[in-house]
């Protein structure tokens, strides 16, 4: 979670909403790391999970990723959460809940939906506090700097 956490700090560096992950192989080597980058590359896809996925992928040559570990500072939402089915991702480590848009046991729970052909084992509450901070302190600050 702290290669997570150092990633979620340089989107600060973008304006973006700081959100990091990365993606470890069976024997637990960061394969892909990523950030959100919605606002630096304007593109709503770029979300920290799917920036990860992306570079590990590249990195395995694959698509697929079995054996693998996302680790991410926030619950991802239902793009990334289909992504990590997709991807045949095994395990997901997050550290903050999204009551509003999680899709990992939250509001939704993609991961683990039964309906579909992969389940993702799925771990939360990892350095939650300092998850959770790191996106309330950057909200708050965005929230100070607004016109009246």
Same mark, same amino acid.
């Given at each position: 979670?702290?290669?997570?956490?150092?990633?979620?700090?340089?989107?600060?560096? /973008?304006?973006?909403?700081?959100?990091?992950?990365? !993606?470890?192989?069976?024997?637990?080597?960061?394969?892909?790391?990523?950030?959100?980058?919605?606002?630096?590359?304007?593109?709503?896809?770029?979300? #920290?999970?799917?920036?990860?996925?992306?570079?590990?992928?590249?990195?395995?040559?694959?698509?697929?990723?079995?054996?693998?570990?996302?680790? !991410? /500072?926030?619950?991802?939402?239902?793009?990334?959460?289909?992504?990590?089915?997709? #991807?045949?991702?095994?395990?997901?480590?997050?550290?903050?809940?999204?009551?509003?848009?999680?899709?990992?046991? =939250?509001?939704?729970?993609?991961?683990?939906?039964?309906?579909?052909?992969?389940?993702?084992?799925?771990? /939360?509450?990892?350095?939650?506090?300092?998850?959770?901070?790191?996106?309330?302190?950057?909200?708050?600050?965005?929230? =100070?700097?607004?016109?009246?």
């Amino acid at each position: 979670m702290g290669a997570a956490l150092a990633e979620a700090e340089r989107a600060l560096a /973008t304006r973006d909403v700081p959100v990091g992950a990365v !993606v470890a192989d069976a024997d637990g080597t960061i394969i892909g790391r990523g950030r959100n980058a919605r606002e630096a590359e304007q593109d709503p896809t770029a979300h #920290a999970e799917m920036v990860a996925l992306r570079a590990a992928a590249a990195h395995n040559g694959s698509w697929l990723l079995s054996g693998a570990t996302l680790i !991410v /500072t926030l619950e991802p939402c239902t793009m990334c959460a289909g992504a990590l089915v997709l #991807a045949r991702v095994d395990r997901l480590v997050y550290g903050a809940y999204d009551p509003k848009a999680g899709a990992a046991g =939250s509001l939704w729970d993609t991961v683990r939906d039964p309906r579909l052909n992969h389940r993702v084992r799925v771990i /939360t509450g990892v350095r939650e506090q300092e998850c959770a901070s790191l996106l309330a302190d950057f909200f708050a600050a965005r929230r =100070s700097r607004r016109p009246s």
